[in-house]
């Protein structure tokens, strides 16, 4: 069992930065495959980035150029670096964890990870 806490949400204006962080519980970490969903109000979930238990790193095309996932195995933490920032980016954000390598298009979807964080709050405004 995987228990991960998101943190570094807030309101932010249009332009602007944040970064976001998710803590893994367990010994493991280093072996799971992470991933960065996020769903606005009225929106289906959507993927945003992930990374995998090597460093090979996905996008979705809209942040692409604007975010950077990385991961720290030291600390069970995966972060999500959000620039120039939109107000369409406005969404709770959460991690989640695969304990396995993922392949293809499986990176991109939401029923593929095991376990999810409760999400922080992202909000940006014009």
């Known amino acids: 069992q995987v228990q991960l806490v998101e943190s570094g949400g807030g309101l932010v204006q249009a332009g602007g930065s944040l970064r976001l962080s998710c803590a893994a519980s367990?010994?493991?970490?280093?072996?799971?495959?992470m991933g960065w969903f996020r769903q606005a109000p009225g929106k289906e979930r959507e993927f945003v980035a992930a990374?995998?238990?090597?460093?090979?790193?996905y996008y979705a095309d809209s942040v692409k150029g604007r975010s950077t996932i990385s991961r720290d195995n030291t600390k069970n933490t995966v972060y999500l670096q959000m620039n120039s920032l939109k107000t369409e980016d406005t969404a709770v954000y959460h991690c989640?964890?695969?304990?396995?390598?993922?392949?293809?298009?499986?990176?991109?979807?939401?029923?593929?990870?095991?376990?999810w964080g409760q999400g922080t709050q992202v909000t940006v405004s014009s």
């Open positions: 989640a964890a695969a304990p396995r390598p993922l392949y293809g298009s499986s990176w991109y979807l939401g029923q593929t990870y095991d376990y």
């Open positions: 990374i995998s238990r090597s460093g090979m790193i």
């Open positions: 367990g010994r493991t970490f280093s072996s799971y495959s």
